[in-house]
């Protein structure tokens, strides 16, 4: 089931970034990492990762976790033109459901903001 199948859209456009102080700090944490991942959990429309790939332009590796495949398609537009060649995958799951997408997988930066998952 879709919680937000008929708002996805709206709620991409109405709903508060990210403080800059926050996404700096976010940003701050994989500094000096060569080659960074980014884990998202309950991703939404993407807001997060929106607000830190301008800041992480050696970000290698981006997973979009969402049970919600409404939102993920709009993190998906929204996200599409700031990837710049970088890799992205959406995993339409909860949270607590997400595995790894192979060996050896390391997320350096997880991030779970403003995130909601009825039980």
């Known amino acids: 089931m879709s919680l937000f199948h008929a708002a996805a859209d709206a709620y991409g456009r109405h709903r508060l970034g990210l403080p800059d102080e926050v996404v700096h700090l976010l940003a701050g944490t994989v500094r000096g990492i060569r080659r960074p991942a980014l884990l998202d ?40 033109p700031l990837l710049a060649g970088r890799a992205a995958a959406f995993h339409p799951v909860r949270a607590e459901e997400f595995t790894t997408p192979g060996a050896g997988y390391r997320a350096d930066l997880v991030t779970c903001a403003r995130a909601f998952h009825p039980v």
């Open 41 to 80: 959990l309950g991703t939404g429309t993407g807001q997060v990762p929106a607000a830190l790939l301008p800041l992480l332009p050696n970000l290698a590796r981006l997973d979009l976790v969402d049970a919600d495949r409404d939102m993920l398609y709009q993190a998906d537009l929204a996200l599409r």
